[in-house]
Every structure is written in C-alpha cells, then in structure tokens.
C-alpha cells in the first residue's frame, strides 16, 4: 500500500528551526518527483518545495526561497524539509507529495497526511 507518513511538525518560535520527514513506501520512490505543500485554513494548498528524482534540483516558493531546503535519500525513501528562520506566517499544515514522471498519458499523485507547524510566541 502507498504511504507518505510525515513527522517533525510542532510548535516553534519566530526565528527558529524544524526539519520535517516524510517516509515513503509502496511505490518506486527514486522514479518519483517529490514535493512538500503547504495549507492554512481557508487557503489553498501551496507548493513550497520540489525535488526532482535523481536530487540534483530543486525550485522553492519565493516565500521560502533562502530558508527553506528540501532534499531527499533514494537510499531509505525518504524526502525532508529543512525550515530555518521561520516566521509566523510560515504557520500551516505542510503535506508531503509524490508524483511519478507520466508513462503514456499515465499519472500517479500521492500525498501524505499532513503534519502541523506553528511558528508562533
């Protein structure tokens, strides 16, 4: 079965620092391009970073271009968000996504639960 299972959200203070995971499994994690998301309430989901499937690049919102570093370990089929200098508005629910390289017309889009982050006093 397909599961992105994210952790490392939590609460932390304007300026400060969380790196969050997200473990993959069920599909061919290395032939996947991956991405982390974000969402506040009322909002729609945002990317905020991409990682192509080899890791060789990388594109960030502007919002977060500077702060926020995503890389990924093909080895143990994980992705990662490090989030430095954060700030309040960096508040959301961030999800982890996977999507494959289409095959013939063929696309496959996964996503993960969602972990909280709030940057906050």
Do not use: H
Not at 61 to 90: C, H, W
Not at 95 to 108: D, H, K, L, S, T
């Amino acid at each position: 079965q397909v599961q992105l299972v994210e952790s490392g959200g939590g609460l932390v203070q304007p300026g400060g620092s969380l790196r969050l995971s997200c473990a993959a499994s069920g599909f061919p994690f290395s032939t996947y391009v991956m991405s982390w998301y974000r969402q506040t309430p009322g909002k729609e989901r945002d990317l905020v970073a991409t990682i192509t499937v080899a890791g060789d690049s990388t594109n960030y919102a502007d919002s977060v271009k500077g702060r926020f570093t995503i890389s990924r370990d093909n080895v143990n089929n994980t992705v990662y968000l490090q989030m430095n200098r954060l700030k309040p508005e960096d508040t959301a629910v961030y999800y982890c996504n996977a999507r494959n390289i289409p095959v013939f017309g063929i696309r496959r889009n996964y996503w993960g639960q969602g972990t909280q982050v709030t940057v906050s006093s």
